[in-house]
């Protein structure tokens, strides 16, 4: 119902604004990839049941998904509980873990592994030279460690959070009841925490499924659902984008369904989750301290090796695609900042632009919708998290598909390329807004009103101060995870703007990786510079949104 | 600056919660909306600020139409059961902000800030963040911001039910204090009778929506209109009864078996049933005798001693139980299972219409 005196504030309009706005650059892109798939006379669905490559490429998606979702569970649950419930040596580098996810783009984890346990290797040459000979790291082999060691975090951190929530006074009461302590554990802790284990297996599950950067450099010859997208885009060009569509909408629906599935989950869980003590870590000593402390340690050194390789590659010198390890070389780091810097620069315009507009974007549109409710606020709500279906890929084409020519074309510009980033991230700047918003009290606000400060100036000046560290930690991630976007800009971008993130991926695959490396330490310096700065310098909890 | 309420409608998705009320408030008064939980007293409250459109209806200021103001240009100041302080301001940028938002700036205002503040007691912390206050400080500051803009209303909801018991009383007395001070229309929100007695100039006591009944709190204690008010307001005991002889001097005679009972009478007309109320610190109790035959007869069933007092439950002969509160020397000194006899002044106890 709209009022008379709706129509007089300015919330109503500022919906309607921000509501022409994402339909135009979510819905419209999102209906075009849809539809596209049966449009004109070729209908991409029965050309997809009779292509065995393609069906083919949806199968090994699942079972990657599966494979991947399950390792990172085996991986990431026994190192949270023992973090979690002891203390032993080593434990303070597991702190790190959050940080290493969030700052090594794929592209770089994809990159560093190959450099390690490719065909040219270091540890591949190393095991050759002492007589063993490893599987080739293309395929399968490649693809599930790598995704393994880039995603089990989210379930390491999911489960982190769950354990240290759950009331150890249940497990205590069970004990008095007299099971033994183990398996008042298995009986009373594991059904509280499991819709997190779950919830978080399914987001890794989603990430495997839309995973574009990975998959292109490792698959190979594997046909993956989300390679076979981007070739089917590549490859249709300007014609009509029928087969590209039926992939993205297979993914789309994919992703959806994961997605109710995991909203019910977590849905149920809310009521189980026991508000209360956490237990205190106990520390844990002699050789079982040992052996935990070293597993866990080495998966996190594992999760360094990453950014150890790149640090080396960068000063090291080759020629063409050998590198000479062992001598070093400026000329790396030369042509990224002088030869050829445009990707740097691109890349902080491009980020810089997107975390500026996503945030406002973000701040404003989110009060509306917790703050200043009418009868177009919830379909903001609901089309601001339509990203959260789309993997990149799906969303580059959407983009494409919408603006390469027609009323609005913005192929080949800065705009475009600024638009994927800025959609592509647009959910979890509103999420983090949102929970801050939810935590200011409407009475703060009728204050400022009643002491004479129309609304609009009370958003400025109260709403908007309080929700500034919030904004600043979100403003960080949006920055991070803009900077290191590859599967949505790669699609739009066009000569001349490419980002440091494309322009690895592109080294990688001309096996130029020695310039990789250098873009890419160049690429992770972008990122860790403002975070050291925020949380030094300002004092921010950059996670504390996470 | 008095307030005028005219036939006002309020209605949240089309349930009315306020259904037709009508109020005048003198220039200068300290109104207090009683009643309990959800009977709209908030709402009323924010529709007088402007935060709730009335659906029908109207509201003076004086005699200024304010129904279709926005709230940022009634020139009101409001306190909150929260304190609702920005937290990301100091205390002296707290009381400020409202001077601020009417163009003023520089030593001129910081005075007015400062004279504010040292009015509540909290001279020595403008500085400080509201976080490093205690919860009273915090309400004396949010009091300041209120009072610094001299608004034409001061509008509070439950201001002191975040407090504990012996703050609640000294903050009442700064309310008090401030709003006879400044001579300032103010309308009270609480559902705690014992404020609403002790700080009122006039009380509405509140019932689903409606003003079921206006007064001072002398009248609205002593002579409660209805048994909703009588309950409300104070502690009541209620016996239905039937008037047994309609007196020509205002008195109703009651028997309640064999004992008859003097009451004031209020009802109209030829009806003679009603509610026979008596407040439990009115009785008196004295041991039976076989020739009184004024009062109640009962038999102690229950005793709580209080220090001050003592309260007993009686069981009437048709095992009623009605509430007796003892004051006095030896209050106590009626043991369980004693036979008494209640009594009552026909002037406290009264008969209304059920
Ligand atoms: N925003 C709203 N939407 C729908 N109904 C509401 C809303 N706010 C209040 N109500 C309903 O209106 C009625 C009156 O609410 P109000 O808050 O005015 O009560 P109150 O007298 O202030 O109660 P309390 O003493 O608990 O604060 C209640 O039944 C409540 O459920
Ligand atoms: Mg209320």
Redesign the interface.
Known sequence: MIRASDLRAPWLWLSLAALVALLVFIVYPVANILTASVSGDQNGWSRLLADPRGLTAILNALILASVVTCTCVLIGVPLAYVTARYRFFGKSIIALLPLITLVIPEVISAQTWLMALGNNGLITRFLRDIGIQLPTFYGWFGLVTVMTFVYYTYVYIGTVAAISGFDSTLEEAAQSLGTSPARSRMKVMLPVILPSILASALLVFTMVVGNFAISMILANRLPLLSVVTYQAAVSEGGAAPVMQSTFATVSVVMVMLILFLNRWIVSRGRFEIAQGRGARPVPITGWRGAVIGLAASFIVIVSLVPLAVIAVGAFTVSRGPVMQWGNWTLANMERVFINAPQPLVNSLIYAGAATLIGICFSALVSYLIIKKRNAVTPWLDYISSIPLALSGTVLGIGLVVSFNSGWLPLTGTATIMVLALLVRRLPFGMRSAQATLHNIPNSIEEASISLGSPPLRTFFKVVLPMMGPAIASAAILTWTTSVSELSASILVYSGGRETLTIQVFRLIGSNLMAYASAYGLVLIAVIIIPIIVATKVFKIDVFASK | MGIDIKNLYVNYGGMDVIADLSLTIPEGCFFTLLGPSGCGKTTLLRTI?G?V?AAKGNIYFQSQDVT?L?????????V???Y??????TVAENVA??LR??GESGEAMMKKVRHELEHVGLGHVMDRHPAALSGGQRQRV?LA??MV?KPQVL?MDEPLSNLDAKLRIQIRETISDLQREANITTVFVTHDQEEALSMSDRIGVMNKGKVEQLGTPKEIYATPRTAYVADFVGAANRINVTVAEANADGTARIMLGDAAILARNTLTGTSRDGILIMRPEDLRLKPRTSAEMQGLMGRVVKRQYLGGKTSYKLALPDETLINVDSHGDDHDGFEIGTDVIATIDPSKAMVIAS
Do not use: S
């Open positions: 600020a935060f459109q279709r926005p709230p940022h240009r009634r020139n009101i100041g409001m909150f059961q929260d609702a302080l920005f937290p990301d301001k902000y409202g938002a009417r949010a911001r209120a803009i509008l």
